[in-house]
């Protein structure tokens, strides 16, 4: 097959902010990844209601007050808009905005700003309300005339995009963007390619947060494709990336953001670059179907590496989709067997979903900046409840992690519907 490139100018990372099980802040996810940290417990019963899941790796203790108060940051009127704009806003929506102001504080944004108009946003994922709607319906069924006129904007996915732009003053181009699993990184590249065209100059990329409700959960238990039956009584021994006992993805709940930006446009703010985009490749595998494609994984990866200018051996690590599905590793694992076939020895592959479950919509951002953090600081988080590998070829990081030099990455993201990604990530200034 041809492989279909086009040119590709690294974008630079200046901002990264998370929200994820293990906490507030890209500290915190630096340390529960160094800890090898296990976020998936059981979770309480919703209004007790028959769950789908009895296990999950959610937010816990969230408090969006508390949050903000953690903040360090000199624009005290910022933090106040923030409150005001969260007060009554639904819990992606709080989510995203943390993770925002993170990033933006990261980046610099509010000491060594960008005209505002030359600043996009995009948000990850689709069906970001279902929990939410859920809710509003049974309402509606009892008593119609309570239901919140609040709705009517909050059932938007568009509704990041408003509250975004509102707190940090964003006058370029935004939108939501819809890719299932892959959602995070399919936003990634279509940032790049928007400051690539210089239509912009940055772009916020936002993970949305995913609550689900229990229509959606039993809907997915119901096609095979969550974990934890096995396991149900261990949580923390439910969710097992490319180990013989996988049985499904576990969820996980996560909103987190980048801020992309053009090389020169960082370089004249005189501002850290945490790290390097150098590709971003999406293709489909032209059908409908939940089921992994291996010709589609494999044509993802090679192309990605050619786009970026490099060779299958210049990859040192790829932090892999690895849901714990049966098919999706059995999948993944094999294209990434072929696509390093010629090498004495393949790189490294672990997954922060082994830590954090599966985090969605957000998934694809999430795991950029695990990436990028394990890059940076030269380690590999452990690959947990991985006994017995199901590729004997593939070079898994043990459960315990590694201490290694890394320069580049590959970040892998696939999603319903046939949808491959992958985007390559380079260390940035240590």
């Known amino acids: 097959m041809k492989l279909k490139t086009f040119p590709f100018t690294p974008i630079a990372i200046t901002g990264m902010g998370i929200i994820s099980p293990f906490g507030y802040g890209i500290e915190v996810f630096l340390k529960g990844l160094q800890a090898n940290q296990c976020a998936i417990d059981f979770i309480p019963p919703e209004n007790n209601n028959v769950q789908p899941i009895k ?3 959610a937010l816990k203790d969230f408090d969006f007050k508390s949050a903000i108060s953690s903040i360090n940051h000199r624009d005290t009127d910022l933090l106040a808009k923030a409150l005001r704009l969260a007060h009554r806003a639904p819990l992606a929506i709080q989510a995203a905005l943390l993770a925002g102001i993170e990033a933006w504080h990261h980046a610099k944004m509010h000491e060594k700003p960008i005209d505002p108009t030359r600043v996009a946003i995009i948000v990850a994922g689709n069906n970001t309300t279902t929990a939410l709607s859920h809710q ?5 069924e009892k008593t ?7 709705y009517a904007i909050n059932f938007l996915d568009t509704n990041h995009v408003g509250y975004l732009s509102e707190l940090l003053n964003i006058q370029g181009e935004g939108y939501t963007l819809g890719g299932a699993s892959a959602s995070g990184n399919v936003a990634i590249i279509n940032a790049a390619r928007l400051i690539q065209s210089g239509l912009v100059d940055a772009c916020l990329v936002v993970g949305a947060l995913a609550q689900l409700s229990v229509v959606e959960l039993q809907a997915l238990r119901s096609i095979n494709v969550l974990g934890g039956i096995k396991f149900a009584d261990q949580p923390k021994a439910a969710c097992r990336p490319f180990d013989e006992q996988h049985e499904g993805f576990i ?27 150098l590709g971003g490749s999406q293709c489909l595998d032209a059908k409908h179907t939940p089921d992994p494609s291996l010709q589609g994984e494999i044509n993802v990866m090679k192309n990605v590496i050619a786009q970026a200018g490099l060779n299958p051996i210049d990859i040192d690590y790829i932090n892999t989709h690895g849901t714990s599905s049966v098919l999706g590793d059995d999948t993944e694992a094999k294209a990434i067997e072929m696509v390093f076939s010629e090498q004495r020895q393949q790189p490294w592959l672990n997954s922060t979903k082994s830590l954090i479950g599966h985090c969605l919509w957000s998934a694809g951002v999430v795991e950029a900046i695990a990436t990028q953090l394990q890059l940076n600081h030269n380690f590999l988080h452990g690959n947990l409840n991985l006994d017995n590998s199901i590729n004997k070829i593939c070079n898994f990081v043990s459960k315990t992690g590694e201490s ?3 320069t580049h990455a590959i970040s892998n993201s696939f999603g319903f519907g046939g949808i491959n990604s992958s985007i390559i990530l380079q260390s940035g200034e240590k």
Not at 136 to 140: A, H, L, M
Not at 144 to 150: A, D
Not at 263 to 277: C, L, T
Request: charged share 15%; glycine share 4%.
């Open 55 to 57: 296990i999950a790796a």
């Open 136 to 140: 509003c319906f049974q309402v509606y």
């Open 144 to 150: 119609p005339e309570y239901l919140s006129p609040s």
């Open 251 to 277: 969820p996980g709940q996560a909103s987190a953001c980048l801020v992309l930006e053009a090389q020169e446009s960082a370089i004249s703010r005189d501002v850290h670059i945490v790290g390097r985009i």
């Open 404 to 406: 290694v030099n890394l």
